[in-house]
């Protein structure tokens, strides 16, 4: 299994592209099976995950053709992929595909609306809380469809061959169970309304493809999506939007070290509250052409607390990266998860740094240190993985991360995109 080997106390100085989201690709990806048309997607990253999903696609019968670089302009740019789902020739998602990524479950609302009926194992994806299904069933249930769970798969079906539009309200934000409601409602008779919608980014660039597509969605952007079902959807062409926690990420790792990043291709609209937070941490933020620079402001690391909430909140696939620079804080300072109950598994394995945390309930608590020492490590999530890396960017001598196929589920060549910056840091194969 490879490795990462870093030894830190260099600072990051250049350039890092920021890649298309996984987070937008992947639901993305997924639409292309309403329709029998291709859909072409732009500024896809290359992702394990990215990989994972076209097989999962391969075996529903979607065509996959990768034509290469974005634009052709470096050797990090996105890929162009054309999913066409002419027919679908299987609607089954099964266990062995399924089980390893949780948005590989989100099938089931362009399955069920295109075909009348999915059978979906039920999902897996990180180990950060039990991650129920249960809005995603009752929100189809409401647009008429009837679900069994039956060894491990939900098997549901639109009675008559066709889900009917209805008003559906989550009980809490939800960002998978709106892309699938949302994608099902499009080929449904009659209106569907979302309230308490997901505001995430991700949803919006779905909903804005879906529309590319022909599907007829008000309220984007807002709580409260309104979609009107047709009987068809086409082919477009749609681009992955810039990956706002790999821009978060990176941002973290250079107020870690110090130095001056240009992240090229950043969105600050897209991770505003992550941002606020940052400066407030004593990094100096920038938007110029081409993307976002970050510097350190002399200040040192200043602690600052941090809640985790629904976008336009800060996010929780940030939170890890936010401990790791809170563990050389000049302070203390408490890190509150509120949107998944099991997300501070990085804790210990940041401890073997010589971090000081000490968790209450969903809430950590981060004393900074003045020094962190290189360790073995390893990580059971990819974000949680990815705060190692940036704990070790500024620990003293040698740091190696175990497992890091977490790593390349989520960010596209890190120790390229690093190393270019002056970080000392490798990948170990085997
Ligand atoms: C998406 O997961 C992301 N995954 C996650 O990123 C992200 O952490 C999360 O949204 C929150 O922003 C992808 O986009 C592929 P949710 P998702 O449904 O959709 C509860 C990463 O590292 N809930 O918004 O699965 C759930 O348990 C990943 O890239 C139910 O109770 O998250 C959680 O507490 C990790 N019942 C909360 O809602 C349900 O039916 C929010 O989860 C569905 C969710």
Redo the contacts with the bound molecule.
Sequence with gaps: MDRIRLVGGNELNGEIPISGA??AA??LMIASLLTDEPLVLVNVPRLADVKQLERILENHGVDIAVHGRRRGDTDMGGQRITFTASDIVDTTAPYELVSTM??SFWVIGPLLAREGNARVSLPG??A?????????LDGLRQLSAEIDIDGGYVVARAPGGRLKGANVRFP??????T?VVMMAATLAEGTTIIENA?R?P?VSNLAECLVAMGAKITGIGTERLVIEGVDKLNGAIHEVLPDR?ETGTYAMAAAMTGGNVLLRNARPDLLQSALDVLSRAGSDITSEEGGLRIRRNGNGILPVDVETD?FPGF???LQAQFMALMTRSNGVSAIKET???NRFMHVAELARFGAKIHVDGQTAHVTGVPELKGAQVMAT???ASVSLVIAGLAAKGETVVNRIYHLDR?FERLEDKLSRCGAEIERIAG
């Design positions: 996984k987070n992947l639901p949780r948005a994806g990180c950060i809380g039990t991650r129920p299904v249960d809005f995603y809490k934000v939800s960002v998978g169970a892309h997901a995430e991700e926690i629904p996010p929780t696939d949107i998944f109950e999530d990819l974000r989520g």
